[in-house]
Nanobody, 119 residues
Framework: QVELVQSGGASVQSGGSLTLNCTSSESLSSLFAVGWLRQAPGKQRELVAA???????SYADSVKGRFPIPRNDYKKTVYLEMHNLKPENTDVYYC?????????????WGQGTQVTVSS
């Protein structure tokens, strides 16, 4: 089991910056990957950025160059740094973590955090 605790959501103005935190109960090196996803009301969650623990990174085209996803292994935390925010970035953001258990990849979720960007 992996528990993920999120923090950092807020309301900001267009052009501003925000950092979301995702803190794991387990060491990051024990995980396969950590990702950030967004979800609008009535829609499916979609990937924003993901980090594999061997260093691979992937981003949605809309956030490339604006939303880096650094990690702090000592704090067991993966961040989503959101820069030059736009109103269309408004959503609930979730982090998830994939862990290999008995040959099966299991996914665990954080509680979600609201990001609101006003124009």
């Amino acid at each position: 089991q992996v528990e993920l605790v999120q923090s950092g959501g807020a309301s900001v103005q267009s052009g501003g910056s925000l950092t979301l935190n995702c803190t794991s109960s387990e060491s990051l090196s024990s995980l396969f990957a950590v990702g950030w996803l967004r979800q609008a009301p009535g829609k499916q969650r979609e990937l924003v950025a993901a980090l594999t623990m061997d260093g691979g990174v992937s981003y949605a085209d809309s956030v490339k160059g604006r939303f880096p996803i650094p990690r702090n292994d000592y704090k067991k935390t993966v961040y989503l740094e959101m820069h030059n925010l736009k109103p269309e970035n408004t959503d609930v953001y979730y982090c998830n973590a994939a862990l290999l258990i008995g040959g099966t990849l299991r996914v665990f979720w954080g509680q979600g955090t609201q990001v609101t960007v006003s124009s």
